[in-house]
């Protein structure tokens, strides 16, 4: 069989993660990130992966230089969403007629953007429930595994996702295709509009939203607002929605949610693509979503004002 080719444009805690785990299987993976440093270490020492208190090197190709790279039959963009534009663009460069360009990043949107340069029928999209995290130049920690989804954003061809899903499932990431992964995507965006920003305003850790019934109202709110949005654009979702978000709380009560962690280190955050798209989305259809709209300019304002 042909040695699949591979590109990771955002090679951050999870770009890393995957490139790492899909060249330990055989595959020829490029690591492409503006972080000089990293690309350094992991250059000269390989990338050190820590899993359960051991660490692993995994040797694997990274440069800062898209041209180095060629072209790839599979780019996989592992950006924040803020810079989802740029990447898409430098994707493409990587891009030939033949490849498919996958997101697995969290919050809406991200698919279509990458769309607005990439032939939409070359777009992959997805959700995953691994966990990594960045500890320094070269490092990571791989905090968790669990399941993989993804689907072809056209909806049309879904083979060309099943070999993704086979690659990747080889590499252990188990990965399912799913017909409508819009529906998917969605369920995922409920779980962060529900838990996210409210985390990230207040410095509470996720558990720490059951503990008052005034934050679990206002959690509760903005998810009821962000399916009124799901439902307009005829998605469906599961009956428990609300129930759900609360549980995932539950679940990852000692978690500080990723905009909790990017507003503590002072870092831009993904609202955009979360609460945001909730407030933009609805005004498309006349919906108002004022809690979201609330939640969004705080986090805007908060950001905007780091010192
Ligand atoms: P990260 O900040 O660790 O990694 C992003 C990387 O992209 C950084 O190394 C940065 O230098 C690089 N980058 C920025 N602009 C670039 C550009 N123009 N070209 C190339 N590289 C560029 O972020 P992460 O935690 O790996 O998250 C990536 C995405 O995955 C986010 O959408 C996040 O919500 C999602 N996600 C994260 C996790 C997690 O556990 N970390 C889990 C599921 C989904």
Known sequence: MHKMKIAVVGAGAMGSLFGALLAEAGSEVWLLDVWAEHIKVINEKGLSIEREGKTRSVEVEATTDP???GLADLIIVFVKSTQTAE??????????????????QNGMGNADVIAEVINPAQVVAGTTSHGATMMG???????????????????????KARGIAQLFTHACI??????????????????????????????????QLLDLEVTKTLSRKAVEEALAVARAQGIALRDNTVEHVLK?????????????????????????????????EGRKLGLETPVNETLTALIETLQAHYK
């Open 87 to 104: 990447a898409a663009r430098v994707a493409k460069e990587m891009a030939g007629s033949g490849s498919l360009v996958l997101t697995l």
């Open 174 to 207: 188990d990965t399912k295709v799913v017909e409508n992964v819009r529906e998917v995507i969605w369920d995922k965006l409920l779980v962060n509009v529900g838990i996210n920003a409210i985390t990230a305003l207040t410095g509470i850790k996720n558990g």
């Open 248 to 280: 995932v709380a539950e679940a990852t009560g000692p978690n500080r949610s990723s905009m909790g962690q990017d507003v503590d280190k002072r870092r831009r955050t993904e609202i955009g693509t979360i609460n945001g798209v909730i407030v933009s």
């Open 137 to 159: 130049p070269g490092i990571i920690r791989h905090a968790g595994a669990g399941p993989t989804v993804i689907g072809m954003w056209s909806g049309k061809d879904l083979a």
């Open 67 to 69: 041209q180095r790279i």
